[in-house]
């Protein structure tokens, strides 16, 4: 789910890895399903429909534009890109997920590490809370970079940590204590405890930005957005 905490960087040890991971995170994604998006309406109280707006504008593209929601999830950047007059496609590899998708948007059960798509394929890509999920990010990055065209777009929404250590502290104990509490009592407690542990995976922003350039991005920048609790990344293809 979008949510986030400051997460400390050695909490990774006790994460799941390889092929684990994959099958924690599946599971995990088609037993939350279901309440998925009112989870993410709630606990961010709204902002993270903004927050996806912000991120399909980033993009810069203009409306038409054939892009590729990676991760789509329930779908909430495929609407917010059809909204913005583009054509949007989604993918995603949990059927629980894409079962619960309420979109126009055709929808492709997939994984973002090897997408069903040929080369130069689309003119922008989004995801959203996805980088934290996947199994390598440069494989994801490069993966992106394939399937689009040379001068196409790219934007990626995921959690941060605030800059201050006053607002980092607020925000740890409502992500990892308050949130888990309340999921528990009609969402799925260990999905909420787990999800803003897992922003553990994320290595620093500048190494973020350079796996971007590695893979054959130019531009690329990062913007914090809601006082540093998300960022979105940005590149053009080469
Ligand atoms: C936090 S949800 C985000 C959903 C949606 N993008 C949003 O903005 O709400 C993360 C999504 O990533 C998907 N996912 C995780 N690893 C994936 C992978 N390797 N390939 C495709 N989808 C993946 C999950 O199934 C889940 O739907």
């Known amino acids: 789910v979008a949510l986030v905490s400051a997460a400390p960087r050695d909490l990774t040890h006790d994460l799941p890895r390889g092929t684990d991971k994959v099958r924690a995170v599946d599971a995990m994604f088609d037993r939350i399903a279901p309440r998925y998006e009112l989870a993410n309406r709630l606990f961010t109280f709204g902002m993270d429909k903004r927050w996806r707006r912000a991120t399909v504008k980033a993009l810069r593209l203009p409306a038409g534009s054939l892009v590729?929601?990676?991760?789509?999830?329930?779908?909430?950047?495929?609407?917010?890109?059809?909204?913005?007059?583009?054509?949007?496609?989604?993918a995603d590899r949990s059927r629980g997920m894409l079962h619960a998708a309420e979109t126009a948007a055709p929808l492709v059960r997939g994984d973002a590490l090897q997408l069903p798509f040929e080369d130069g394929r689309f003119d922008g890509v989004v995801s959203g809370f996805a980088l934290r999920n996947v199994l390598s990010l440069p494989a994801l990055f490069a993966e992106c970079a394939r399937v689009l065209r040379h001068g196409?777009?790219?934007?990626?929404?995921?959690?941060?940590?605030?800059?201050?250590?006053?607002?980092?502290?607020?925000?740890?104990?409502?992500?990892?204590?308050?949130?888990?509490?309340?999921?528990?009592?009609?969402?799925?407690?260990?999905a909420y405890r787990y999800l803003p542990r897992s922003t553990a995976y994320l290595p620093p922003n500048p190494e973020m930005l350079d796996q971007l350039l590695r893979a054959g991005f130019r531009g690329v920048r990062r913007d914090a957005r809601s006082l540093g609790i998300v960022q979105v990344l940005t590149g053009t293809r080469e």
């Open 68 to 90: 590729l929601d990676i991760a789509c999830g329930t779908a909430d950047l495929c609407r917010e890109l059809g909204a913005a007059g583009h054509r949007a496609v989604g």
């Open 152 to 190: 196409g777009r790219a934007a990626f929404l995921d959690v941060s940590e605030p800059e201050s250590r006053l607002l980092r502290a607020g925000h740890a104990l409502y992500f990892r204590h308050l949130v888990p509490a309340v999921a528990g009592l009609f969402l799925d407690q260990a």
